[in-house]
């Protein structure tokens, strides 16, 4: 299963976050930065799995952010590589050619979107059209109460 | 709601204001956190909702990208959560999953608001809530919610049961009776046809066969079925995660499923699914040769791709086929060796590692060399790598591919030398170990001990402390091998050693004490044996030497063979005269007088030591050596009693010890134990208690005879070699001309020495990588068995203790409650009550404390009806039992007793009969292994 999710800048500025195992904020930090200091660090043309305390860190780089997902030591990394694409693509038919600043501005709709792809760890929606369906229906259900109170979610 | 926080709530700073600001802050970073954190605070406690739930989208902001702790915020959460409307549910959930953990206060508080949300009609209600409990779920949680949850699990929305499915994983994790209630549902959902709840009921099968493979046996016949049929890749990588854990427990099963696998393997075009393929192929089925040969073809295909997570993965497949195929490692071999210079330090590592596991007693020299001129040139944690991964591999078992321990000597004393290395204290323990360990070695250990302490360059190197410890210990230990005995003492005593750190400082002086007992002693043995008919200037080989006698060295290089076939057996090749001794004797005391105000008291007290036996022996060799008259004949005799004295203590063999030793040791009374020995450990950390098979005072000579054969045999080689270190220690004394003046205790020596092994200087070595696989591509083929010049030295074992002790228990299969209670619903819950004890007899005996369930079914079955009070859904568990029943109960005992009866039947029709008739039978072997259904047989 998937441990957690990360998303790091280039220059090392978090993201998103999401964590399937209870991790207090301390070990939080702890993770990120030692996992910030060793995918940065690493060349484009490399491997993107990492060996980190008994479990395996996949990555991949897209523009200037790093996804990163932790996983087991007998999951696929592959198979992980495919889901960080999946996500990638499924944030890029949502906002439209996705970029960083989209994920800085719209935080909680790229973690609402990963909360669609992945329950509990594991792939929950496979189809790129589902989940698009699933956010767009959600939006909806946000916007009905809102128009009343004057408060608008963006 | 009052009038100021209306006013709050119409000027609140949205999220996005939040995010904006922090971007274009002025007053920096954290000031602004903490002052939008203080506005927060002040936010959260307002009474209107929006309010609170935006500044709860703040905080979980914060809290998620910052890092700040939001636990303060637990109790607006849960009000927050109460409010009718979704988008501050949403708000409110994702501020739980984020903070929430199992000591939280408010923990309690939050069961009803889950249930009313698992009832909700709204689906994205329910997923909310689903997405929370499969985060902060604890005991008690999914006790009280495995109803909701067990509802859900069929309910008509896909949605809704995908991710009931998904969660139920968490609820059987920390609440394993839920099991009972949840997990025929559970199989069901096997059986549908979305693939989208396959691939979640199979990931959770997936987890759950991790963690106990041998209880979802049963269940083989569904995920098979899901193998051959499924086109959905992320179903099929997940079950075959299953049946890699299900196939090494049951051997038929192995050969069912090692066909669609392969075929699986041929077609398909995604890497994910053939990686998954090859990996379940090597780690479970690998006594299928073929299927073994197919993949590690596809693993060659990985290996030769340009994509480097391919072949790092392709690596990583062939060092888990190395451990039962080893061909498959050698067949790569080019591309496994390439990959050591590959950019990528993971990649490295992984063909070190396969490198290192095609290593046998045939190979291993000429591996080693390549790896370690390799190392000379990689980055220093490479090259560490390298080094350690060397030192393990040959010390395996106690060196057992290790033939020629001369060569692995001077391995060690080589990697050493290499810039970079760290493992100094591997190879001091190394060293070690080999010499107390190798007789036949002890020579070629002095050597190699003399070429690293003579060198001045290493002192300077922190690393290297633990491995010149270890070469002072045995130059100084086996001394008698020692073809130029002063030239030991001089480096131990050199002016560089203050460089060393105390402890190993005293090792130093210790050293130097039994070598220089061991010259004294060798020198009045002769003395008193020649002096009657000549004394030692006047032997006709000695004359001319004595004339050009200012440097010994010269001496030792021309004529110290001759010297020592021809006067004196005990070995030492350079020629200890009178005058030798008396200028050692004065280094020795110029070196050691400072010492004596040592801080350290180790040190102070060996050089004590060292000196007051310099001041005993001293009178009486300057005496005899001035006059040489009978006179003193007195005093010589004392002073050489005194030597034999000492050297009689030092000449005790040291052996190994084993770890036990000590509980062999009867206490005796009076002793307490409990008084704190912590101190002394300190002190006596590097003496190493001498073996209870001391040897008598003879045995050294007879081993001097091995060591003087070979030095006759190696003595070309070892003069050239000697020429070059002993140039080094006359340039060293031109360059240091204080070196014969005291040295001033807090002197610091300047450290301005070249490194030991400098890179540059090793023009000789290849660098390119395809000399490096032209060197081992013959050397990898053990094709012949190579000649050893001499038989493998006895390897000194101790009895029981050396002998690792082989982790022969079989991985028990955990036997938790979690399945526990999943055997209870495969194994136990059949509608069959059992005829007689023994047909239970294994389950039972893992299930203690719940034999209420197993001496009544009925039972169970009617609890589990309670625990769903739903008609329509005991129904339907009726039906799936039914259709269990049509392929696996009615001949379940069949099975059983088939195993038992050492499963002799394979025609499936006269031997159903057969072994019905026989199940009547009280049986006296109980049931080994679980049930598979005969579907598979």
Redesign the interface.
């Known amino acids: 299963?998937i441990h957690f999710v990360l998303l790091i800048s280039r220059q090392g500025k978090?993201?998103?976050?999401k964590?399937?195992l209870?991790y207090?904020?301390k070990e939080?930090?702890k993770v990120i930065r030692e996992l910030g200091g060793v995918i940065l660090s690493r060349?484009p043309?490399?491997?993107?799995?990492?060996?980190w305390r008994g479990f395996k860190v996949v990555y991949k780089r897209y523009a200037s952010l790093y996804f990163c997902m932790c996983i087991?030591q007998?999951d696929?990394?592959?198979?992980v590589?495919?889901i960080i694409h999946h996500f990638v693509e499924i944030l890029d038919r949502y906002f439209g050619s996705v970029c960083e600043l989209d994920l800085?501005?719209n935080?909680?709709k790229a973690?609402?979107i990963l909360?669609e792809l992945l329950?509990?760890g594991?792939?929950?929606?496979?189809?790129k059209k589902t989940v698009a369906r699933?956010i767009a229906?959600?939006v909806f259900?946000?916007m009905e109460?809102?128009c009343f109170?004057g408060?608008t979610?963006? | 709601m009052s009038g100021p926080s209306l006013m709050d709530s119409l000027f609140q700073r949205?999220?996005?204001d939040l995010?904006?600001g922090l971007?274009q802050q002025l007053i920096g970073e954290q000031a602004f956190i903490s002052k939008s954190l203080e506005e927060i605070r002040k936010e959260i406690k307002s009474t209107d909702l929006?309010t609170k739930s935006?500044a709860l989208?703040k905080l979980s902001?914060l809290?998620?990208?910052?890092?700040?702790?939001m636990s303060f915020a637990a109790f607006p959460a849960l009000e927050v959560l109460s409010s009718p409307?979704?988008?501050h549910k949403?708000i409110a959930y994702?501020a739980i999953s984020?903070s929430f953990?199992?000591s939280t206060p408010v923990l309690l508080l939050i069961t009803n608001h889950l249930r009313k949300d698992l009832n909700s009609t709204?689906e994205?209600e329910v997923s909310l809530s689903?997405?929370c409990l499969?985060?902060i779920a604890n005991v008690d949680l999914a006790r009280d919610l495995t109803p909701e949850v067990f509802t859900l699990l069929s309910s008509n929305k896909l949605?809704v049961r995908?991710?009931a499915v998904?969660?139920v994983?968490?609820v059987f994790e920390k609440y394993p009776d839920s099991v009972r209630v949840c997990f025929k549902r559970l199989v069901e959902n096997l059986e549908n046809s979305d693939?989208?709840i396959l691939?979640?009921v199979v990931?959770?099968f997936a987890?759950l066969a991790?963690k106990d493979p041998r209880s979802y046996l049963p269940l083989a016949p569904e995920f098979y079925k899901i193998l051959v049929d499924s086109k959905?890749n992320?179903v099929s990588?997940k079950v075959l995660?299953i049946f890699s854990k299900l196939a090494p427990l049951e051997p038929r099963l192995a050969k069912r499923v090692v066909e669609p696998i392969c075929d699986l393997m041929r077609n398909t075009g995604a890497?994910?699914l053939l990686?998954?393929c090859i990996?379940t192929v090597v780690t479970s089925l690998c006594e299928n040769e073929s299927a073994v040969r197919l993949a590690v073809g596809k693993v060659r295909e990985f290996l030769v791709d340009e994509d480097?997570?391919l072949?790092?993965?392709g690596l990583q497949a062939l060092r888990i086929v190395a451990e039962k195929h080893l061909w498959a490692v050698s067949e790569n071999k080019e591309v496994v060796i390439k990959s050591l210079s590959n950019?990528?330090?993971?990649?490295k590592i992984e063909s070190l590692r396969l490198v290192m596991a095609m290593v046998s007693e045939h190979n291993v020299s000429e591996i080693s060399r390549v790896l370690v001129n390799y190392a000379l040139k990689s980055d220093p944690v490479f090259c560490n790598e390298i080094l350690g991964s060397i030192l393990s591999t040959c010390s395996r078992n106690l060196y057992e591919i290790i033939v020629d321990f001369d060569w692995y000597v001077s391995l060690l004393g080589e990697m050493s030398r290499i810039p970079h290395c760290q493992m100094g204290d591997e190879i001091e323990n190394q060293l070690i170990d080999v010499g107390l360990r190798v007789k036949d070695v002890r020579p070629e250990l002095v050597r190699v001990a003399r070429d690293l302490l003579i060198d001045p360059a290493l002192l300077g190197n922190s690393f290297l402390h633990g491995v010149l410890s270890a070469a002072a210990w045995a130059s100084g230990e086996y001394v008698e091998f020692s073809r130029n005995p002063l030239e030991l003492v001089e480096a131990l005593l050199q002016p560089r050693t203050n460089l060393l750190p105390p402890s190993i400082r005293a090792i130093y002086i210790q050293s130097a004490f039994k070598v220089l007992v061991f010259c004294l002693h060798t020198c009045f043995m002769r003395g008193k044996n020649i002096a009657p008919s000549a004394s030692l200037d006047n032997m006709p080989a000695g004359v001319s030497a004595s004339a050009s006698y200012e440097s010994f060295e010269d001496f030792s290089v021309e004529n110290g063979a001759d010297a020592a076939v021809v006067h004196d057996q005990t070995c030492a090749s350079a020629p200890i005269t009178k005058e030798s001794i008396v200028n050692i004797l004065n280094l020795v005391e110029l070196a050691l007088g400072p010492l004596l105000g040592s801080h350290d008291v180790e040190v102070q007290e060996r050089a004590r030591n060292l000196l007051g036996f310099v001041d005993l022996t001293k009178p009486g060799i300057l005496n005899s050596s001035i006059q040489e008259k009978e006179d003193s004949e007195g005093k010589g005799v004392e002073t050489s009693k005194i030597i034999k004295l000492m050297h009689d203590a030092f000449s005790k063999e040291l052996g190994p010890v084993s770890s036990s030793a000590q509980g062999k040791v009867s206490l005796p009374d009076g002793l307490v134990l409990k008084e704190n020995l912590g101190d002394l450990e300190m002190i006596c950390g590097d003496i190493e208690p001498p073996s209870s098979n001391s040897f008598s005072f003879g045995s050294p000579y007879e081993e001097e005879k091995d060591g003087l054969s070979f030095s006759n045999l190696q003595i070309k080689e070892a003069n050239e070699q000697s020429n070059e270190s002993t140039s080094l220690l006359a340039e060293h004394r031109k360059r240091h001309g204080l070196y014969y003046l005291p040295s001033g205790k807090s002197e610091i020596i300047s450290n301005d020495y070249p490194p030991a092994n400098d890179p540059t200087l090793q023009g000789d070595i290849n660098d390119n990588t395809d000399d490096l696989v032209k060197l081992t591509a013959e050397s990898l083929v053990p094709k012949r068995k190579p000649n050893h010049g001499k038989p493998r030295p006895v390897v000194v074992k101790l009895d029981e203790v050396d002998e690792k002790p082989v982790a022969r228990k079989q991985p028990e299969s955990r036997d938790d409650s979690l399945s526990g209670a999943v055997r209870d619903i495969l194994f136990g819950s059949e509608d069959i009550p059992p005829t007689s004890s023994q047909s239970n007899l294994s389950n039972s005996s893992k299930r203690k404390g719940k034999e209420k369930l197993h001496t009544d079914p009925h039972m169970e079955s009617k609890e589990s009806a309670v625990g769903d009070g739903n008609s329509s859904s005991r129904r339907r568990k009726d039906r799936s039992q039914g259709k269990e029943r049509r392929h696996r109960s009615p001949r379940k005992k069949d099975d059983k007793e088939r195993k038992d009866t050492g499963q002799k039947e394979k025609k499936k029709g006269s031997g159903r009969h057969k072994s019905r008739q026989r199940a009547e039978e009280p049986l006296k072997v109980p049931a080994q292994t679980p049930v598979i259904p005969d579907f598979l047989l």
């Open positions: 299963m978090v993201r998103l976050t964590w399937y209870p207090s904020q939080r930090t060349g043309k490399l491997c993107n799995f990492v060996d087991d007998d696929n990394e592959l198979e590589l495919e800085i501005f935080f909680h973690y609402y909360d329950l509990a594991e792939l929950q929606e496979s189809s699933l229906a959600q259900c946000l109460p809102c109170s408060f979610f963006q | 949205s999220l996005e995010i904006k971007r929006s935006t989208l902001y809290s998620n990208l910052h890092f700040h702790d409307r979704f988008s949403k994702q984020l953990h199992d709204n994205f689903l997405q499969s985060r949605y995908k991710r998904a969660v994983l968490r693939p989208q691939s979640a990931g959770v987890e991790c959905n992320w990588i995660k890497k994910s990686f998954e990996r480097p997570n072949k790092y993965l950019a990528d330090p993971n990649i």
